[in-house]
């Protein structure tokens, strides 16, 4: 029986590639994106009525071309069914276009509630794959529906998904240093180059080995070493102004180091609790000496994942 009663999901943000996990390895955030699904009883001739309030509301697309709704589409073109006419709210948390995972929420939050309508026909794995599908890679939209710290990994003989959970210790904090421009991914895409060396190549397998045991322990010297790349940061950077200076910043105040968060052009500094108030001070002045003005705050690493309500 599908559910009539309005329901209202939560997705947390999240960061992306941590240094040389590109494209495999995520983690939730404690910054959020709301979204309200409310049927309509009525039919639209759009299907769709959208209103959204928040963190940069105006920039949102409110038309039917919208991510939320169009993701909503496709779960129900996945389910063979015809979709209702439905209210949507948004309410924004999550910069857009900041390398915060703000499409996996819209993503993972359009298939979570059209889920719930449809009276939850799919499993959570179900979901998951659809995410990834339709995001076309997982390291975003695995912890926004899950949680904590993710790695996916694809088999090669079932084309399935493996999904991992990554330790992180409670004494690692993340410092977001989330700057007042955008980049888009396709741009941030467009700078990689199409081929890398066997040199290149071992030293991110070495240097991801080593992130995933300095995440677990929380020990500084191993970060310092793991958070080193040389698939996408070095190209990255040069859309981001000031990041050598933020990252000299975030370093002498005490940071293990600092990366890229997803495509950019927010920076990532890890940091040991005792330290993130220096490190979030560091990293502000920093950027405002290269004449950029950042949001710099502390985050936590979600272990929730995507939440829902029903609006009984």
Request: hydrophobic share 45%; aromatic share 6%; glycine share 8%.
């Amino acid at each position: 029986m599908s559910v009539v009663s309005p329901v209202t999901v939560t997705v947390p943000a999240s960061t992306a590639n941590l240094g040389p996990g590109f494209d495999c390895i995520g983690a939730a955030l404690t910054l959020y994106n709301q979204f309200k699904f409310t049927p309509l009883d009525s039919s639209l001739p759009e299907g769709v009525r959208i209103t959204v309030t928040g963190t940069e509301a105006a920039l949102v697309n409110v038309s039917p071309d919208n991510l939320v709704y169009q993701t909503f589409l496709k779960y129900y073109q996945y389910i063979n069914q015809t979709p209702p006419s439905v209210a949507i709210e948004i309410e924004l948390g999550v910069p857009l276009a900041r390398g915060l995972g703000s499409s996996a929420t819209a993503i993972v939050g359009g298939l979570v509630g059209a889920n719930q309508l449809a009276g939850a026909p799919l499993s959570q794995i179900e979901l998951m794959n659809l995410a990834i599908a339709i995001e076309g890679h997982p390291d975003n939209v695995v912890p926004a529906l899950l949680g904590g710290c993710c790695l996916a990994a694809k088999r090669k003989d079932t084309n399935s998904w493996e999904i991992c959970d990554i330790s992180w210790h409670t004494e690692l904090l993340p410092v977001l240093a989330i700057p007042n421009f955008e980049l888009s991914t396709q741009a941030a895409r467009e700078v990689l180059p199409n081929d890398y060396s066997r040199a290149d190549a071992i030293f991110n397998i070495a240097h991801f080995g080593l992130l995933l045991r300095g995440l677990a322990t929380g020990r500084g010297d191993w970060l310092k070493a793991a958070l080193q790349d040389r698939i996408h940061q070095p190209y990255r950077k040069t859309l981001i102004a000031g990041y050598d200076a933020v990252g000299a910043a975030a370093l002498a105040a005490g940071a293990y180091g600092m990366v890229i968060s997803g495509a950019g052009p927010t920076l990532l500094a890890l940091v040991p609790s005792s330290q993130a108030k220096a490190v979030v001070a560091a990293m502000t002045t920093a950027w405002q000496e290269e004449g950029v003005k950042a949001q710099v705050q502390t985050f936590s690493v979600d272990t929730q994942g995507t939440c829902l309500m029903s609006n009984e």
